[in-house]
């Protein structure tokens, strides 16, 4: 059983810039396409951003192109969302993903463990 564990959230002014971590219990994950999610109050759980095991594929929502840039480093089995002109809309929690047998996923359905969430808020 795979565990997530994501940082980095807080409060940031629009423009401002955050970066999430997402810390896996096991190496197994490295193995694994990872992604992030996020959620917004009254909303349904959206997709940000998808990477491959390897790293080499990744893919992002339209919100995230060009703005998001996901990584990971598998030596250290975790993965990272640096999030760059960040705006009020973009307020949400984010949850880390991971899928198994998987080399890339965009739906909820897809995804064998999740975190805990961290909360992001962007001030206007």
């Known amino acids: 059983q795979v565990q997530l564990v994501e940082s980095g959230g807080g409060l940031v002014q629009a423009g401002g810039s955050l970066r999430l971590s997402c810390a896996a219990s096991?190496?197994?994950?490295?193995?694994?396409?990872m992604g992030w999610f996020r959620q917004a109050p009254g909303k349904e759980r959206e997709f940000v951003a998808t990477?491959?095991?390897?790293?080499?594929?990744?893919l992002y929502s339209d919100s995230a192109k060009g703005r998001f840039t996901i990584s990971r480093d598998n030596a250290k089995n975790t993965m990272y969302l640096q999030m760059n002109s960040l705006k009020p809309e973009d307020t949400a929690v984010y949850y880390c993903?991971?899928?198994?047998?998987?080399?890339?996923?965009?739906?909820?359905?897809?995804?064998?463990?999740w975190g805990q969430g961290t909360q992001v808020t962007v001030s206007s």
């Open positions: 993903a991971a899928s198994v047998g998987q080399a890339r996923f965009t739906r909820t359905s897809q995804v064998n463990y």
């Open positions: 096991e190496r197994t994950a490295s193995s694994y396409a």
């Open positions: 990477i491959s095991a390897s790293g080499a594929f990744t």
